[in-house]
């Protein structure tokens, strides 16, 4: 019961590495907020742990405040702020229209700001807090993720920036940068290249030292790590978790 008496948000909760967070979060006796685009998938997420759906777009300023203003009011406080709304719109730079790039640059960098500058206000207030950012390990660079890449390595810029401000009010920032994880992302991937998706992963295993690919559950277990006080002297960090160096 790490999180007895906590209140986390999670972003892009109703699906993968996010809804395995937030069921994570409900199980160690946390309260929790289900933020995704739609509430359809929020709600899936949110019922069966007895916590909060809420629909919202996170490149949208004012959605985002009413999303931790809804979520203070409802639930009590805000103790912890996962982002893990993400979207992918894969090309090659020649043919990476404007659209691709605004997209993803808007939902993972923009949208992650506009979490952070909310949720900072409660934590600072309270002298506690705790903050990390879903990364990737195309932050180092990905054939066709011009976009994606940019995003996620600004992620880790970005927390390292935050660890530094927030620091001296006792709020941890942190980023975690997964591997292949078999979710609805990866699948799509596997079918924008046109590639079986069971051979897809077996390709993508063949080359993880650990032989396997990374789980949902594998992620959200770092990530709760990060926001327990078990951390409570790790800040400004990315942890690569990749089932290998």
Same mark, same amino acid.
């Given at each position: 019961?790490? %999180? =007895?008496?906590?209140?986390?948000?999670?972003?892009?909760?109703?699906?993968?590495?996010?809804?395995?967070?937030?069921?994570?979060?409900?199980?160690?006796?946390? =309260?929790?907020?289900? @933020?995704?685009?739609?509430?359809?998938? #929020?709600?899936?997420?949110?019922?069966?742990? @007895? /916590?909060?759906?809420? #629909?919202?777009?996170?490149?949208?300023? /004012?959605?985002?405040?009413?999303?931790?203003?809804?979520?203070?009011?409802?639930?009590?406080?805000?103790?912890?702020?996962?982002?893990?709304?993400?979207? *992918?719109?894969?090309?090659?730079?020649?043919?990476? &229209?404007?659209?691709?790039?605004?997209?993803? *640059?808007?939902?993972?960098?923009? +949208?992650? %700001?506009?979490?952070?500058?909310?949720?900072?206000?409660?934590?600072?207030?309270?002298?506690?807090?705790?903050?990390?950012?879903?990364?990737?390990?195309?932050?180092? /660079?990905?054939?066709?993720?011009?976009?994606?890449?940019?995003?996620?390595?600004?992620?880790?810029?970005?927390?390292?920036?935050?660890?530094?401000?927030? +620091?001296? %009010?006792?709020?941890?920032?942190?980023?975690?940068?997964?591997?292949?994880?078999?979710?609805?992302? &990866?699948?799509?991937?596997?079918?924008?290249? /046109?590639?079986?998706?069971?051979?897809?992963?077996?390709?993508?295993?063949?080359? *993880?030292?650990?032989?396997?690919?990374?789980?949902?559950?594998?992620?959200? @277990?770092?990530?709760? %790590?990060?926001?327990?006080?078990?951390?409570?002297?790790?800040?400004?960090? &990315?942890?690569?978790?990749? +089932?290998?160096?």
């Amino acid at each position: 019961m790490r %999180f =007895k008496d906590r209140v986390a948000l999670v972003t892009g909760g109703g699906r993968g590495i996010g809804a395995a967070t937030a069921q994570l979060f409900a199980r160690e006796g946390a =309260k929790v907020a289900v @933020s995704d685009l739609d509430e359809g998938p #929020a709600r899936e997420v949110a019922v069966p742990i @007895s /916590g909060l759906p809420i #629909a919202c777009d996170v490149s949208d300023r /004012g959605q985002v405040e009413r999303m931790v203003e809804r979520t203070v009011k409802e639930l009590g406080r805000l103790d912890i702020l996962v982002t893990c709304a993400g979207v *992918i719109r894969d090309n090659l730079l020649f043919k990476m &229209t404007d659209e691709d790039w605004d997209t993803v *640059i808007d939902t993972h960098l923009k +949208g992650t %700001f506009l979490c952070a500058r909310e949720a900072q206000k409660h934590m600072v207030e309270q002298k506690y807090g705790k903050m990390v950012f879903l990364s990737s390990t195309s932050a180092l /660079g990905n054939r066709g993720q011009a976009n994606y890449s940019a995003a996620k390595a600004g992620l880790q810029g970005m927390a390292r920036t935050l660890a530094i401000e927030l +620091g001296s %009010f006792n709020v941890n920032v942190n980023t975690v940068a997964p591997g292949f994880v078999e979710t609805r992302m &990866t699948r799509a991937t596997a079918e924008r290249m /046109g590639v079986d998706y069971e051979a897809f992963k077996l390709g993508a295993a063949s080359q *993880i030292p650990l032989r396997r690919v990374g789980q949902p559950e594998d992620i959200a @277990s770092v990530i709760a %790590f990060l926001c327990s006080d078990e951390s409570s002297f790790v800040s400004g960090q &990315t942890v690569y978790v990749r +089932g290998g160096p």
